[in-house]
C-alpha cells in the first residue's frame, strides 16, 4: 500500500514520464550514487527539428537488373581473384622476416668479385693494381683502359673516317615507264553494254552521309548506370521530331577505364545497355526498330543519337 502510494505521488509530479520511467527513476535515487544522478539530455535535444519536406520525395533511380547482375558478377570475381592471389602468394612478410644487412667481416679488405675484375688472383699473393700510363694507380674495382691518343699540342686525336660520302647523288635510272597522257579506252565486249556513265570523266557517287561515333546530341546517363539523367528526355524528343523517315543510330558508350580485355568487355556491357535504354525510349515515340542502329564503344561517356542526313 505505502508503494502504491509513493508510485501515484510521484506520478503527479512527473507528468511526462510513464510509471515504468517514474518507479526506475525512484529506485536510482533510493540507491544513490551517480546512477541517481539526472541523466543528460541526448545529443542533439536543444536543436532545430530537420526539415523533412526538403528531402527526397520519390525512389533514386536504379540501374537496370541485368546492369545489377553484371555488378555483381564482377565484384564476386574480384573477390575470388584476391583469394586466388593470397592463397599462391601467401601472407605479406613482416619486418621480422627481412635478414639483415650482411656486412663484410674483414675492415676494408676487398672482395674477391672486385679482385677478379681487377685481374688479380684471390688469397694473399693478389698482386697490385695497376697503374695507368700517368703513373696514378686504378681505383679498386677498376679494369685498366688504355690511355688516350694525343697530338704534339696536347689535343685528342679523333678515329680516322673509314667511309665516304659521295659527291654526286644517285643517278636515277632511264628506263623508267612513259607516263600515258589519257586512260585506256573501254574494253568493248560483245552482247554487254555498258553503263550511261562509264564515259563520264568522273563517275557520280552516290550522297551517303553516315553518322560517325562522334556525331549526333549527347544523351547523359548516371554515373555507371543505364538509366539517363533527369531532363534528357527532351533531347531523345527533339531527335524524334526531326527524324522524318530516316535512320537513327545509338552509340552508346561504356566508360571504360582501362585498356584490358576484361576491362573492355565490362565496358561494352555498359555500353550495351545504354543503348538498349535508348532504343526503347525511341520505340516508345513511334520509331520503327528497322530504323535504329545500335553501336557500342568501350571508351567514352553517355551515349549519343544522331540522324543519318
Known amino acids: 500500500m505505502l508503494l502504491a502510494v509513493i508510485v501515484t505521488g510521484a506520478t503527479g509530479c512527473a507528468h511526462h514520464q510513464d510509471t515504468v520511467d517514474t518507479v526506475t527513476d525512484?529506485?536510482?535515487?533510493?540507491?544513490?550514487?551517480?546512477?541517481?544522478?539526472?541523466?543528460?539530455?541526448?545529443?542533439?535535444?536543444?536543436?532545430?527539428?530537420?526539415?523533412?519536406?526538403?528531402?527526397?520525395?520519390?525512389?533514386?533511380?536504379?540501374?537496370?537488373?541485368?546492369?545489377?547482375?553484371?555488378?555483381?558478377?564482377?565484384?564476386?570475381a574480384q573477390h575470388e581473384l584476391g583469394q586466388r592471389q593470397d592463397a599462391i602468394m601467401g601472407t605479406m612478410p613482416s619486418i621480422a622476416d627481412i635478414p639483415p644487412v650482411p656486412r663484410l667481416k674483414g675492415g676494408g679488405a676487398q672482395s674477391a668479385s672486385l679482385r677478379a675484375a681487377d685481374g688479380a688472383p684471390s688469397g694473399d699473393g693478389a698482386a697490385a693494381p695497376p697503374t695507368t700510363g700517368s703513373g696514378t694507380r686504378n681505383p679498386p674495382g677498376m679494369t685498366h683502359q688504355a690511355a688516350p691518343v694525343r697530338d704534339s699540342r696536347g689535343q685528342l686525336v679523333m678515329p680516322e673516317i673509314t667511309t665516304t660520302v659521295p659527291d654526286q647523288p644517285e643517278a636515277i635510272p632511264a628506263n623508267l615507264p612513259q607516263m600515258a597522257d589519257a586512260p585506256p579506252a573501254l574494253p568493248a565486249i560483245a552482247g554487254i553494254s555498258l553503263p550511261d556513265n562509264a564515259q563520264r570523266d568522273g563517275m557520280d557517287l552516290p550522297s551517303y552521309n553516315l553518322a560517325t561515333p562522334d556525331d549526333g546530341d549527347e544523351i547523359r546517363f548516371l554515373s555507371g548506370s543505364d538509366q539517363i539523367e533527369p531532363g534528357e528526355e527532351d533531347v531523345v524528343n527533339s531527335i524524334v521530331n526531326g527524324r522524318g523517315n530516316r535512320f537513327v543510330i545509338v552509340n552508346g558508350y561504356g566508360n571504360a577505364a582501362t585498356a584490358t580485355a576484361e576491362g573492355q568487355a565490362t565496358a561494352l556491357n555498359l555500353a550495351l545497355l545504354r543503348t538498349r535504354t535508348l532504343t526503347r525510349l525511341l520505340m516508345a515515340r513511334g520509331v520503327p526498330a528497322t530504323r535504329i542502329a545500335v553501336r557500342a564503344h568501350a571508351f567514352g561517356n553517355g551515349a549519343r543519337l544522331a540522324i543519318v542526313r
Open 26 to 76: 525512484w529506485y536510482h535515487a533510493y540507491q544513490g550514487g551517480v546512477i541517481g544522478q539526472q541523466r543528460p539530455p541526448p545529443p542533439g535535444a536543444h536543436q532545430p527539428y530537420p526539415k523533412i519536406g526538403l528531402g527526397p520525395h520519390k525512389a533514386p533511380e536504379l540501374p537496370s537488373p541485368d546492369l545489377r547482375e553484371d555488378i555483381t558478377t564482377d565484384l564476386e
